[in-house]
């Protein structure tokens, strides 16, 4: 097992989808600063997780002025620096389901878009949020082959412990390793997705869900 330590003064509900969201954020947020330092490499989960938690330790502290100050700042890393880390287009088949497979090719691509604007959309000042002391992170446990999950220990400032679980998988062709779920407490990110879009896409259908996030992320494009 390997540590990582961060100390942040925010308040954050430990058992929430925002919490494994903004972890996911603060992970990735290491990619925006490293842009002039040094590349996160994906050749292997555990050491991918471990270096991008030990890169927000320092970074995240000593930008967060900055960023509370200019939200925008924010999405832009988030637009920049996520997609290189998560696979948004395999959560975003995963959580349309069933309705994958009948939706044009129109409405996937809309919904990818769509639905990937909408993760920053709703979280992506989680990340200030954040008041957390210590994560450990521990050794990538194969699920099957090219697939793993790296599970870690998130400690509170309030005390509070938490376990994430992220979720990878091997692109076969860029050998890299991607996230596509994470787990607090044993809730995943995407099955609570799921559970929600297939909720929404049945009662109003497909093409009104798409145009109610559309709108929702134009609103607060103008609003960044």
Same mark, same amino acid.
């Given at each position: 097992m390997r540590t990582a330590t961060l100390?942040? =003064?925010s308040l954050v509900n430990s058992k929430s989808l925002k919490l494994f969201l903004a972890m996911l954020f603060a992970l990735l947020f290491s990619s925006f600063v490293s842009a002039n330092d040094s590349v996160i490499k994906q050749d %292997?989960? !555990?050491? *991918? +997780?471990l270096d991008l938690s030990n890169k927000v330790i320092s970074e995240l502290n000593?930008?967060?002025e900055a960023l509370e100050s200019d939200p925008a700042k924010i999405k832009e890393f988030a637009m920049a620096y996520v997609l290189p880390y998560i696979d948004t287009d #395999? *959560?975003?088949?995963? +959580?349309?389901g069933k309705h994958w497979r009948t939706a044009s090719d129109k409405q996937q691509t809309e919904f990818v878009d769509a639905f990937?604007? =909408?993760?920053?959309? &709703?979280? &992506?000042q989680s990340l200030l949020k954040l008041n957390i002391d210590s994560v450990d992170v521990k050794n990538a446990q194969e699920e099957k082959p090219g697939r793993v999950t790296v599970a870690s220990s998130v400690l509170q400032s309030d005390?509070?412990? &938490? %376990? +994430? +679980?992220?979720?990878?998988y091997l692109n076969k062709h860029t050998k890299k390793w991607m996230l596509y779920d994470i787990s607090v407490e044993g809730i995943s990110m995407l099955l609570s997705y799921r559970k929600a879009y297939d909720s929404d896409i049945s009662k109003k259908g497909l093409d009104a869900v798409i145009t109610e *996030? !559309?709108? #929702?992320?134009?609103?607060?494009?103008?609003k960044a």
């Open positions: 100390h942040n =003064t %292997d989960p !555990q050491t *991918m +997780v000593a930008n967060r #395999k *959560m975003a088949r995963y +959580v349309m990937t604007n =909408t993760l920053i959309r &709703s979280y &992506s005390g509070n412990r &938490s %376990d +994430v +679980v992220y979720r990878l *996030m !559309q709108t #929702k992320n134009a609103e607060f494009n103008g």
